[in-house]
């Protein structure tokens, strides 16, 4: 079932057990799946796995980083409501790798590369970036490439 199934089905649910958190947080989601199907980037209109994972972990990565702001301005009640939809959005995403995971797989991406010094950091960010899409975030990724490669 894609995504936009998923989620309207997750909004009638919603909305019939009356919670407000998933009906905001996937009310969002359905919203940018829209916009994208009418941007005009896909003239079938139907949204490809990959462009529905990108358009979730962009969804998420706003929460966090809205998260960290609202955190850091002691702002717990607009923080609680980005906490609840970003836990609801990572339940449509794979589950993320662990720091052992992610270091095992950049080791492994850097040999393939032939990848040893700090300067090899763009050879090994670009493919780890694909690979690793939805699995990590982009800075865990880019801080533990450094680390390796330095």
Excluded: C, H, W
């Excluded at 909004?11 to 919203?31: N, V």
């Excluded at 896909?42 to 998260?67: F, W, Y």
């Excluded at 662990?98 to 393939?112: D, G, S, V, Y």
């Amino acid at each position: 079932m894609s995504l936009k199934l998923n989620i309207e089905n997750g909004i009638k649910d919603a909305m019939r057990a009356k919670d407000q958190d998933r009906l905001r947080a996937l009310r969002a989601i359905k919203s940018l799946i829209l916009l994208e199907e009418t941007s005009g980037n896909n003239p079938a209109g139907e949204l490809s796995a990959d462009v529905e994972m990108k358009i979730l972990t962009k969804a998420a990565k706003q929460r966090r980083d809205s998260l960290e702001i609202y955190k850091t301005q002691n702002r717990d009640d607009l923080a609680r409501v980005e906490q609840a939809e970003l836990t609801i959005i990572e339940e449509f995403l794979p589950k993320q790798l662990t720091e052992e995971e992610l270091r095992a797989k950049i080791q492994e991406i850097a040999t393939r590369v032939g990848a040893s010094v700090p300067s090899d950091m763009g050879k090994v960010m670009g493919i780890a970036s694909k690979e690793l899409a939805g699995l990590a975030d982009g800075k865990v990724v880019s801080a533990m490439v450094k680390a390796i490669l330095s």
